[in-house]
């Protein structure tokens, strides 16, 4: 009688292999996988010695895969994927899918589409988790996430480009009419400038002034790009912002352009996931209506 699979290492260290690719870190590694840093350094130890090859060159700071290390990972990786998909089918569960986004990308573009995405899929129970951070997706369960930044974002994740960013300067109307028109700069000193994380304003007012040097006395500083925009809507200044956060302010009279100049930002929104040999159709459907929302007005 023949024995099935002689030569497969154990499982388990299998599973650290394939978190500790991903990571090219064990202390990253360990807390994904819930053992200590120790654990996953033996389990890796204990793989090569068993393959009789090394799998990852230790390096001062981080971990780099060997050439047969690299090979590797990919097949791991894809095993691993065939078992998930397999149990997946053993189980049929209603499509759920977890999407990470930032609060201002949550706030300002994706609950006024909700409505929406529930129309187009119903069958496909949609959870937004909101954070500025790059999350682990396995670890998280987190199946596709919106961020901003320049590709790559990581070992192992996909980046599909959702839009590129261009910053326009918004202003409510009422602060308009009460302070003048910020093009002039005598009337531009006047208005508080609404600062977020991007810290944009010095390269805007540049752009805006070329041939002078605006330094600006009253700023208000926030550490994301809605709470700029909430204030600019209660008439507290000029707040700087993507085009796609504003539609409904600009639209409603809400929020009027400041400047009619607008200014390319080499970064953009990036629809992140793991790499898999087969998309998921719940992740797949999620990631068209996306690119579809993005082309219409």
């Known amino acids: 009688m023949s024995q099935g699979f002689p030569t497969l290492p154990p499982l388990n260290a299998l599973k650290v292999f394939e978190a500790v690719t991903r990571h090219l870190n064990f202390r990253l590694a360990a807390e994904e996988l819930g053992v200590t840093q120790g654990a996953v350094a033996q389990q890796i130890r204990g793989l090569e010695s068993s393959l009789g090859l090394k799998l990852f060159e230790r390096l001062p700071r981080t971990l780099a895969l060997t050439g047969a290390g690299a090979g590797y990972a990919v097949s791991v990786r894809q095993a691993f994927e065939l078992i998930d998909e397999a149990t997946r089918a053993l189980r049929p ?11 201002t990308f949550a706030s300002r573009w994706m609950l006024p589409r909700l409505p929406a995405f529930t129309a187009a899929w119903p069958d496909i129970d949609l959870r937004v988790l909101a954070s500025e951070r790059l999350v682990q997706f396995h670890h998280e369960g987190v199946d596709v996430a919106v961020r901003y930044g320049r590709p790559p974002f990581g070992a192992g994740l996909d980046a599909t480009l959702l839009f590129s960013q261009s910053v326009m300067a918004v202003v409510s109307p009422d602060l308009l009419a009460e302070l003048g028109d ?22 805007f007012l540049a752009l805006v002034f070329p041939h002078s040097t605006l330094h600006h006395q009253h700023h208000s500083r926030f550490n994301q790009t809605a709470l700029a925009l909430e204030a600019a809507n209660n008439g507290q200044g000029i707040a ?23 200014m390319t930002v080499d970064a953009g929104w990036y629809l992140v996931s793991p790499r898999r040999p087969r998309e998921h159709p719940a992740v797949a459907a999620v990631r068209a209506w996306l690119l579809k929302q993005v082309k219409q007005p």
């Open 93 to 103: 569960e209603p499509d759920r899918l977890t999407l990470s986004v930032t609060p």
């Open 182 to 203: 910020p093009q002039d700069q005598s009337h531009c000193q006047r208005y508080v400038m609404l600062h977020d994380g991007h810290h944009l304003w010095p390269a």
């Open 240 to 262: 700087l912002t993507s085009p796609h956060f504003v539609q409904n302010d600009l639209a409603s009279g809400r929020l009027v352009p400041a400047f009619p100049q607008s």
